[in-house]
């Protein structure tokens, strides 16, 4: 329903287009919108870039009850020219009549700061309860739905706390010889647990080797499994290095090759002295 608004009007197009525009305008105050509509449509098409033109057509669309078609040639308009005063008005009152409330207040408001008019201020009143009651429901759910999200971001920040704190306990036990902080067979108290060992940087290195931490296992499983490793020199020297560190902590009396009654039998391979 118009031309190509990039093309070049010859002074006799816009004279025409101004000639049907004038007929057009006859029409209106003839009450005949239909054909109103008619004359601005070949208007347009003579002089397709003449943002007035579709304004003019659309309040002739809202006169014969089409919304959307005013809404159409508004927006070409504005397009046309953002500037132009009128189809804001019009777009307004076609979004009311649509039921949009937002919209209309917002385009309406528009209307009036770029040319203020009594009718689209009249129109502006009528559409800003409604539309203030749509943002304030708006603004309400939507500080539900943040306040929502935030409860589940926390929710499932503190699953991945207890999940990591889970396995961490797991690899404690798992890896710890004596995961009760004594020595099997009833050694006496004060043996360092296992967070200390681990945080030696050579035995938590040592562990990484997956031979390694399989022994350790064993040994923590069956601490009469050590007699399997007295020749495999990277687990006896880390099982030494660990009797030292306990050794070392007041806990264990006369050291560990043989100190404690009912014990690793033999001591630790490789371990310290009495």
């Not at 002074?11 to 004038?22: I, Y």
């Not at 007929?23 to 449509?41: C, R, S």
């Not at 309400?140 to 589940?152: C, I, V």
Request: charged share 30%; with cysteine.
């Amino acid at each position: 329903m118009g031309g190509d608004p990039e093309a070049e009007v010859s002074e006799e197009d816009q004279d025409k287009a101004d000639e049907k525009r004038s007929e057009a305008q006859t029409a209106i105050g003839d009450g005949d919108y239909e054909k109103a509509v008619q004359l601005f449509t070949e208007a347009i098409v003579l002089n397709p870039g003449a943002a007035a033109l579709f304004a003019k057509r659309a309040s002739c669309f809202l006169k014969i009850n089409k919304p959307n078609a005013c809404i159409r040639d508004c927006n070409k308009a504005i397009e046309l020219n953002p500037d132009n005063a009128q189809a804001y008005k019009y777009r307004g009152r076609a979004h009311r009549l649509l039921g949009h409330w937002e919209e209309a207040a917002k385009d309406l408001a528009t209307a009036c700061r770029l040319d203020y008019d009594d009718q689209a201020n009249e129109w502006l009143k009528e559409v800003q309860p409604n539309a203030k009651k749509l943002v304030e429901h708006e603004r309400k759910y939507a500080r539900l739905r943040e306040e929502k999200d935030l409860k589940d971001r926390l929710a499932r920040a503190q699953k991945l706390r207890e999940e990591r704190e889970a396995a961490a306990k797991e690899f404690e036990d798992t890896r710890s010889p004596f995961a009760d902080g004594a020595a099997p067979g009833g050694g006496g108290g004060g043996m360092p647990n296992i967070s200390s060992l681990l945080s030696d940087p050579d035995i938590l290195q040592a562990l990484q080797d997956p031979e390694v931490a399989a022994a350790f296992q064993d040994i923590s499983q069956n601490p009469a499994n050590i007699l399997k490793y007295q020749n495999k020199p990277k687990i006896s020297s880390l099982i030494a290095k660990m009797a030292q560190k306990m050794g070392g902590s007041g806990g264990a009396a006369g050291g560990f090759p043989g100190g404690f009654p009912g014990g690793f039998p033999g001591g630790f391979p490789g371990g310290p002295s009495a």
